[in-house]
């Protein structure tokens, strides 16, 4: 039911208030339904975690400990016992949930403590451009009405873009060249493996040609080979997915070896008629 409200809180005003009891994918089971078994998931995930982490030498800490016992208490203090009662928390099952996340998160950090943290210079590189796209593609208008460039118009586009480039290259400002077209500037970072527009054939402060794409027409100017901050959001991430393809390999056969048993009743008693929300 925590879950249940906050997801009301974050997406109800976006799908409306009765979106938990709707099927708002088109895949069949209502979005209530569609949570409350990927909680299940997770809640069977945590309890084999808390079997077997022992194997590994893992285990909370007094100040894990320490911090579990603070959250409970102002999380009981801030709750009255309806909301409580809702959500079936008392103190034990509180301490035993935050107990189970937390041991799942030491789980997963010394996975990233076993992994290869090399990485290739080569696929972690970010290059950052800028770049302005004139459209070419069908628009619809106030009537609903599809509506189809000329080519023509399709060849004005690309005269603008010439003499959006034309501007850009006499004056080094991008932006305002682009905003005398009513247009703007995208910003962009990409990798060895990323489509680019033909981006990689320029060097740093280079601007393309115009780039005639088959949504429109492109001009492209290459901030920089190699964008320190980019470079490091890839490396994290390539790190990250080591650590959880370790982690999986080390979870998928508990998985498969385990015998869980769900109570379907209790499970189906977990509805979505009622709406609850987050006091603000």
Request: net charge negative; aromatic share 8%; hydrophobic share 35%.
């Amino acid at each position: 039911r925590y879950q249940q409200a906050n997801m009301q809180n974050a997406y109800g005003g976006m799908f409306g208030e009765t979106f938990m009891n709707t099927d708002i994918t088109g895949s069949g089971p209502v979005y209530g339904v569609t949570m409350r078994d990927t909680l299940l998931d997770q809640l069977e995930e945590y309890y084999l975690v808390e079997a077997n982490a022992e194997e590994l030498g893992i285990s909370l800490t007094d100040e894990d400990e320490s911090k579990i016992a603070d959250t409970v208490q102002a999380f009981l203090a801030a709750n009255d016992s309806k909301t409580l009662d809702a959500m079936t928390a008392d103190e034990a099952t509180v301490t035993h949930v935050l107990e189970l996340i937390t041991l799942q998160q030491r789980v997963h950090e010394y996975f990233g403590t076993t992994i290869d943290t090399e990485v290739d210079p080569e696929e972690a590189n970010q290059k950052k451009i800028s770049y302005v796209l004139n459209s070419t593609e069908d628009t619809t208008d106030d009537a609903g009405n599809t509506v189809v460039l000329s080519e023509a118009e399709k060849e004005q586009k690309k005269a603008d873009m010439e003499a959006l480039l034309a501007e850009a290259k006499e004056s080094g400002d991008l932006s305002a060249a682009a905003e005398n077209y009513s247009l703007s500037v995208v910003p962009a970072t990409y990798g060895k493996d990323d489509e680019t527009l033909n981006a990689d054939v320029y060097a740093a402060a280079e601007y393309s040609d115009v780039i005639e794409s088959d949504n429109g027409y492109y001009v492209v100017y290459m901030e920089s080979t190699s964008d320190a901050d980019a470079t490091q959001t890839k490396i994290d991430s390539i790190l990250s997915d080591r650590t959880n393809e370790a982690y999986s390999a080390w979870l998928d056969p508990l998985k498969e070896g385990a015998e869980i048993t769900v109570n379907d009743k209790n499970v189906e008693k977990l509805t979505f008629d009622r709406i609850y929300t987050v006091k603000a």
